[in-house]
């Protein structure tokens, strides 16, 4: 079975730091493209940025810039550098994996909360 943890979430001012990971566990199992999603209150959810298990990156235009994806293959773990945080950022911020065993299957992390106020 895989579980996806993220972390890192929480309440910080405009222009500031954030920096979240999600941490998959599990084992025999081979961890494919990751990616992060973000859902605001009363909006669908959207892709963040992804991350495929060669390290080809892509961005959403509106974080383009700020937000920086990275994953340590060895530890299963994707994080999210995000910088000069905006209040719009706010939202409730997913992790999402493709995971390869016989069959290939997705998982989602239970979501960990950003809020951007002053």
């Known amino acids: 079975q895989v579980h996806l943890v993220e972390s890192g979430g929480g309440l910080v001012q405009p222009g500031g730091s954030l920096r979240l990971s999600c941490a998959a566990s599990?084992?025999?199992?081979?961890?494919?493209?990751m990616s992060w999603y973000r859902q605001a209150p009363g909006k669908q959810r959207e892709l963040v940025a992804s991350?495929?298990?060669?390290?080809?990156?892509n961005y959403a235009d509106s974080v383009k810039g700020r937000f920086t994806i990275s994953r340590d293959n060895v530890q299963n773990t994707v994080f999210l550098q995000m910088n000069s945080l905006k209040p719009e950022d706010t939202a409730v911020y997913y992790c999402?994996?493709?995971?390869?065993?016989?069959?290939?299957?997705?998982?989602w992390g239970q979501g960990t909360q950003v809020t951007v106020s002053s």
């Open positions: 999402k994996a493709w995971v390869f065993t016989m069959l290939a299957a997705v998982y």
């Open positions: 599990g084992s025999g199992f081979r961890f494919g493209e």
């Open positions: 991350i495929t298990d060669g390290r080809s990156t």
